[in-house]
């Protein structure tokens, strides 16, 4: 028979493409190995990419405890053989309740399971304290992989290319991009200005002097539809800039990531993408420690400064006398010989 995995993370993006990396290690030591995973229903599209992934169950937030409770009454249906929570939230004990009661852990009885920890104790040493008790820099890949050691899942080498988009979502996608790229023969490249918290974002004036830096290439901007100093980036250079700034859906995002020939970017869930996909990048790092990438093919630039990382996601105060120093100081004229470099 084969075994039956449940993954539960919930979000956010950058973590859940992360955690994707041990959809490899799974179907590489259980070829067989039916996955199922649970996360939020707004953030659960761009898992279709991977149809490794027998079934996406989304948790609607709207649902609340009682919709949660029920859901994970159906979870239970399934008679998973292994439960790997990758998230250690309150959602997750609210289904591992249910699942896998604590006594039957305790005592070994049911699904094999696996938990991904937070190490709060560590992080409260790295960020009230500035005690370095991480190895760092600290990849977000390489920890969501650790846990499935126990069950003898060490390799996580990837072995897929044929990532899965629907045809209608190609179509739409490569007509505006071969509009935009067949004016002339300039090289694309794919920035990401945005990110969840401004303190790690690269400031705007960075992003316009590196767009004029590189006259020879084209960019296309990836945004949501409240970044709206995009539009500031545009007017750079209009000509030479697609802002698809609330343009796209997660899953149309990850295709134009997937396609790009080189992608710029802060600590965004679609640097990881880039990360998962082995598409070659610029990762800008600031102030946060859990954001590096695993691949060969991206470059992280960052500054050496003692106050780095003061925050776990970018959501802290800024200490130094010029707010957001570590970002700044990642010039645009670097990240233009870099890139060139690269592409």
């Known amino acids: 028979m084969p ?11 950058g973590d859940i493409i992360q955690c994707m990396t041990v959809v490899d290690g799974i179907k590489n030591h259980y070829p067989d190995a039916e996955i199922h995973w649970i996360a939020r229903k707004d953030m659960s599209s761009f898992l279709a990419m991977d149809n490794r992934i027998a079934k996406i169950w989304g948790f609607d937030r709207k649902a609340g405890f009682k919709g949660l409770w029920k859901q994970a009454q159906e979870l239970k249906k399934e008679k998973f053989d292994y439960i790997y929570d990758a998230h250690s939230n309150i959602r997750s004990i609210v289904l591992k309740t249910v699942l896998i009661p604590r006594w039957k852990r305790w005592f070994g009885i049911g699904p094999n399971y696996a938990l991904r920890s937070k190490d709060r104790i560590k992080r409260i040493l790295l960020f009230k ?3 370095d008790k991480f190895p760092m820099p600290f990849r977000g890949m390489l920890s969501f992989r650790k846990p499935l050691q126990k069950w003898g899942i060490t390799d996580f080498t990837i072995n897929k290319t044929d990532w899965y988009f629907p045809e209608d979502l190609k179509e739409k996608i490569n007509s505006s991009i071969v509009n ?3 004016k002339d023969d300039r090289k694309l490249i794919t920035l990401v200005p945005s990110a969840a918290w401004p303190m790690k974002r690269w400031p705007v004036g960075h992003w316009q002097k590196l767009i004029l830096n590189l006259p020879n290439y084209k960019f296309l901007i990836l945004a949501g539809p409240d970044d709206l100093f995009c539009k500031e980036i545009q007017d750079t250079a209009p000509d030479r800039i697609l802002n698809l700034m609330g343009k796209t859906n ?4 990850c295709y134009l990531v997937q396609k790009s020939q ?3 970017s802060g600590d965004t869930g679609f640097l990881h993408a880039a990360d998962k996909f082995g598409i070659k990048g610029l990762s800008l790092m600031g102030p946060t420690a859990f954001g590096f990438t695993s691949g060969e093919q991206i470059k992280t630039l960052e500054v050496d400064l003692k106050c780095r990382p003061c925050t776990k996601d970018g959501s802290g105060r800024c200490s ?7 970002m700044i100081d990642i010039t645009p004229e670097w990240v233009a010989r870099e890139a060139l470099e690269m592409i």
């Open 250 to 253: 997660l899953l149309e995002s």
């Open 320 to 326: 130094q006398d010029v707010y957001q120093k570590c």
């Open 180 to 182: 935009f790229k067949d």
């Open 262 to 264: 080189l992608v710029i």
């Open 3 to 13: 075994k039956k995995f449940l993954i539960i993370r919930f979000s956010s993006i």
């Open 129 to 131: 304290f500035r005690i």
